[in-house]
């Protein structure tokens, strides 16, 4: 799927090289916002077992990752997750997402999540997308506050973020708010003259 500036795309084996050397360059960056991993993660072989599982999960309707590319360059800025995709009368998926530290600031995250709920509410028929953000990481929240999510409470000692347990601040949209704020904006457009 293509966005204004973006390309998202699930990811594919060929992509671990890349995927690895993004993760070392901005190792230091994330890794206050990541799990522990063990050594081997952030190798070859472990970029590439996180991708085939990747793949195994969108086979599977249980995962979508998608791989945030520049359209004008191609180059690999970050990654766009659905995970968890619960089905039956949930249709629900927990989201999350990095970006390469060169690029922050920029609206590429925030176009990246836009591009994935359009697929999440769209082409995999969620209902529902929702994700954390540990309560410091304010750029995250911003995000998900520009995308339309809507904060639903704080979740206390919810994920273990680099060794330690971490509240996260809970957000979500549905379906229907998505669709309407899509609306919205056809509305607000500025129409053509001619």
Same mark, same amino acid.
């Given at each position: 799927?293509?966005?204004?500036?973006?390309?998202?795309?699930?990811?594919? +084996?060929?992509? =671990?090289?890349?995927?690895?050397?993004?993760?070392?360059?901005?190792?230091?960056?994330?890794?206050?916002?990541?799990?522990?991993? !063990?050594?081997?993660?952030?190798?070859?072989?472990?970029?590439?077992?996180? $991708?085939? &599982?990747?793949?195994?999960?969108?086979?599977?309707?249980?995962?979508?990752?998608?791989?945030?590319?520049? &359209?004008?360059?191609?180059?690999?800025?970050?990654? +766009?997750?659905?995970?968890? /995709? =619960?089905?039956?009368?949930? &249709?629900?998926?927990?989201?999350?997402?990095?970006?390469?530290?060169?690029?922050?600031?920029?609206?590429?995250?925030?176009?990246?999540?836009?591009? =994935?709920? *359009?697929?999440?509410? /769209? @082409?995999?028929?969620?209902?529902? /997308? &929702?994700?954390? +953000?540990?309560? #410091?990481?304010?750029? !995250?929240?911003? /995000?998900?506050? @520009?995308?339309?999510?809507?904060?639903?409470?704080?979740?206390?000692?919810?994920?273990? $973020?680099?060794?330690?347990?971490?509240?996260?601040?809970?957000?979500?949209?549905?379906?229907?708010?998505?669709? *309407? #704020? #899509?609306?919205?904006?056809?509305?607000? #457009?500025?129409?053509?003259?001619?």
């Amino acid at each position: 799927m293509f966005t204004e500036r973006l390309e998202l795309r699930p990811f594919e +084996v060929e992509d =671990a090289e890349e995927l690895l050397e993004l993760r070392l360059t901005n190792r230091e960056f994330l890794q206050p916002l990541e799990p522990l991993r !063990s050594d081997s993660y952030l190798t070859l072989p472990g970029q590439r077992t996180e $991708i085939l &599982q990747g793949i195994q999960g969108r086979q599977r309707d249980q995962a979508y990752i998608y791989a945030v590319r520049l &359209q004008e360059t191609g180059r690999l800025l970050g990654r +766009v997750a659905l995970t968890a /995709v =619960a089905r039956g009368p949930f &249709q629900n998926a927990s989201m999350g997402y990095f970006l390469d530290r060169d690029h922050n600031g920029k609206g590429y995250m925030t176009e990246a999540v836009a591009g =994935a709920l *359009e697929q999440a509410f /769209v @082409k995999h028929r969620l209902h529902r /997308v &929702q994700a954390g +953000v540990m309560p #410091r990481n304010t750029p !995250s929240m911003r /995000v998900l506050e @520009k995308a339309g999510f809507r904060r639903e409470g704080l979740a206390e000692r919810y994920l273990k $973020i680099n060794g330690a347990w971490e509240d996260h601040v809970l957000h979500a949209l549905t379906a229907e708010e998505w669709e *309407e #704020r #899509r609306e919205r904006r056809e509305r607000e #457009r500025p129409k053509d003259l001619f």
